[in-house]
């Protein structure tokens, strides 16, 4: 009996101490940590609804809110007293804009219950943003910071304020100081790496999310950081074995989940990685990058009929959220209007969109296709169709997410040709499909058979020559009249008949001298006033492609090159062009010079290679274009 009661005292003693090294963990900003210290106590003290309240605040900070919501149901559960319960779900109210009515003269009530004076405040402040109010925000964070000019919560959420407002520059200043002043804070090392990754500057990104799971080893943004840097870097064992830990546990959160399937889809592990985004559908159904993500992951695993239903729905929530900002707009400058007012609340109501969400993100496999050899035709829906369109247009399900967008194979001109009169030859489009377009979504069909990959070619040009005839028949139609068969014919095969291939020398390995003419004829061709005197590029001019789409020049020194790095590549990417693109064939050179302003790409590149996704490919693309409008 004895012996009984000093074990439950013992072990009471151990979670009140756990309680305690939790508040030290939260005081310090270290959430995740925190959260894994409550629930040790919780486990210790099965009916003790404390650990569960404190827990709930630390999700709510850190803004996973399924797991909040878990923690309350636990408090309840466990008879937790009606005012510290309301405490939180006011907090929670609070932080997300849904003030009520008396929410500021409730402060003082709430740091006397026990509440800390941070987390209170902080609420207000992100409420205040949430709800569009940045004068109030400004105003309260001044407040804060007259107050405690050393608290890095403090210090923290005027970054939070000036990332709101978009000023990344004072933001990031703001991150800096407040891990300085509390190198724990996980909040803020997260926000600093990940600027500092959206600016691409991966190295110092990297060492920042390092550094997080090195404090704050119970945080996931640390490993998932790292390994989402190590992905853009082509490094996706290093990537995978920073996420094992992470990915061996039964309670796989969603970003874990979301992460482990990128890696598994540009591995190439299709069904891996469909398993996963399983794994991440945590009745998170509209979650656009995780429906997006799966969504490619199936079409590049043959599934693209199960892939079109999920990019219906990224179109879906991004024309609901669309709606919903157009509204609030209105709002804004219409309090009054009622009609606006409801139509919003029937947006944002938990029940809107149900009808979309009754489709799980993962349909169940396909049956296996038939085992007869396909033709063309069939291969390309089956292959090609969930970007580049049933018809060929370069409009299918996954084009709008994709940068630089599918070619449209009816009425684009191709990039990788080695003929004189820049038309892709058939070679040229089977050697493509072989090796794919390293840096874009259009990936190798190393699959497929030499045969299928012949049929496939055939089949594109046949597209090709369809949508040439078509236009061809139009411009007559509008000119009232009757199109000549025998013109259309002689211009449809000249323009998808290659010429004459170009002839590639024998390349030999780099040498200094060569390196350095060819530095010179880089000067004097003009390709420095594209890609920059260091090959890396320059901020303008604002590239457009022949579709007027926004475009940029390759960073010769960190990039992969969509025609590969081979030297007899890189001779036919300067010696034809790139139809359809501001890069120049240089036709006037001669043999020697273009071999030397080969050796000299070839001395820019530097490995790793920076592999983007599509969105941050876009991003780069447009932010040029944007610099190059407002200077
Ligand atoms: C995941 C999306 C995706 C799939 C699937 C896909 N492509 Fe592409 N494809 C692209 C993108 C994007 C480009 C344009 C890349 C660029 O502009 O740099 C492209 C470009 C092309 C080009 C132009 C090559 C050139 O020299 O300009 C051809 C031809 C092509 N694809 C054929 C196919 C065929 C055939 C299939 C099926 C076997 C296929 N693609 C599957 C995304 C895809
Ligand atoms: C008017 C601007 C412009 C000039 C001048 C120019 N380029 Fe380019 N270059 C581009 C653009 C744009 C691309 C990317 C095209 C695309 O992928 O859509 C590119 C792509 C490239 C590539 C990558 C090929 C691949 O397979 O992806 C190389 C290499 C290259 N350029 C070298 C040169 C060299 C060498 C010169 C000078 C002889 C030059 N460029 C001149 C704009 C230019």
Redesign the pocket.
């Known amino acids: 009996m004895l012996a009984g009661i000093s074990a439950y005292a013992a072990i009471r003693a151990t979670s009140i101490w756990a309680v305690y090294r939790a508040t030290g963990d939260m005081n310090s900003g270290a959430l995740s940590d925190a959260a894994d210290q409550l629930s040790w106590a919780s486990y210790l003290a099965p009916g003790d609804p404390g650990p569960d309240l404190m827990r709930a605040a630390c999700y709510r900070q850190m803004q996973q809110m399924e797991s909040w919501r878990r923690c309350i149901e636990s408090a309840k559960a466990k008879d937790a007293s009606a005012a510290l319960l309301s405490r939180e779900t006011n907090l929670e109210r609070i932080q997300s804009g849904r003030f009520y009515e008396g929410a500021e003269q409730d402060i003082e009530g709430m740091v006397e219950s026990g509440a800390s004076m941070q987390d209170v405040a902080a609420a207000f402040v992100r409420g205040y943003l949430a709800s569009d109010d940045t004068a109030k925000a400004k105003l309260f964070l001044d407040g804060w910071l007259k107050d405690s000019p050393n608290d890095a919560h403090a210090v923290f959420m005027r970054g939070v304020y000036w990332q709101w407002l978009g000023d990344r520059d004072q933001a990031e200043s703001q991150f800096k100081s407040a891990v300085e002043m509390q190198p724990r804070h996980e909040l803020a090392r997260a926000a600093l790496a990940r600027l500092l990754e959206q600016q691409h500057l991966l190295d110092r990104s990297y060492a920042e999310y390092e550094e997080l799971r090195r404090r704050c080893p119970a945080s996931e943004s640390g490993p998932v950081g790292m390994s989402r840097i190590l992905r853009q870097r082509t490094q996706l064992d290093a990537a995978r074995e920073i996420m094992a830990p992470l990915a061996a546990r039964s309670d796989t959160s969603r970003d874990v989940a979301l992460e482990m399937g990128q890696i598994e889809t540009e591995a190439g592990r299709c069904s891996e990685a469909i398993r996963w985004f399983g794994l991440a559908d945590n009745g998170l159904a509209d979650d656009v990058d995780l429906l997006t993500a799966a969504g490619v992951a199936l079409a590049l695993a043959d599934r693209a009929a199960e892939a079109a239903p999920l990019f219906d729905r990224v179109s879906d929530t991004i024309a609901r959220s669309g709606k919903t900002y157009n509204l609030q707009a209105q709002l804004v400058m219409v309090p009054s209007d009622a009609a606006a007012a409801e139509q919003l609340r029937e947006l944002l109501s938990p029940d809107a969109g149900t009808q979309s969400q009754s489709v799980t993100v993962l349909p169940p496999p396909q049956m296996p296709a038939a085992s007869v050899p396909p033709v063309g035709r069939e291969l390309y829906i089956v292959h090609c169709s969930a970007c580049h369109g049933v018809d060929g247009n370069g409009d299918g399900r996954a084009a709008r997410h994709l940068w ?1 967008r599918p070619r449209n194979l009816r009425a684009d001109r191709f ?2 040709v080695s003929s004189t009169n820049g038309v892709a030859s058939n070679e040229d489009i089977v050697g493509c499909l072989k090796t794919g ?4 979504s259009m990936k190798a069909y190393s699959s497929l058979s030499g045969d299928e990959l012949e049929e496939l070619a055939r089949y594109v040009t046949t597209m090709q020559q369809a949508g040439i005839r078509r236009r061809c028949e139009n411009a007559a139609a509008e000119e009232g009249e009757q199109a000549d068969e025998a013109e259309i014919k002689i211009l449809v095969d000249r323009l998808t008949t290659a010429e004459k291939p170009i002839h590639v020398p024998t390349i030999g390995n780099l040498n200094a001298e060569a390196v350095q003419r ?1 530095k010179v ?2 000067v004097k ?7 920059g005197a260091d090959g890396v590029g320059v901020p303008e ?1 604002e ?1 457009k ?1 022949d579709e007027g789409r926004v ?4 960073d ?1 020194v960190h ?7 081979q030297p007899s ?2 001779y036919l ?2 010696a034809a062009g ?1 139809p ?5 064939a ?1 036709s006037t ?1 001669g043999v020697a010079e273009l071999i030397d ?2 050796q ?2 070839r001395s820019l590149t530097r490995q790793p290679e920076l592999a983007l996704t599509n969105r941050e490919r876009w991003n780069v693309a447009t932010a040029r274009a944007y610099l190059e409008r407002i200077q």
């Open positions: 630089p990039r990788l377009m390293p840096g874009t060819g004829s880089y061709q003009g390709c420095k006033s594209c890609h001019p590239l492609d475009t940029r020049s390759r010769l990039e992969p090159f969509k025609g590969g790095k590549s890189i990417r300067l790139m359809g693109t501001p890069h120049p240089s050179l302003l080969v000299f790409c």
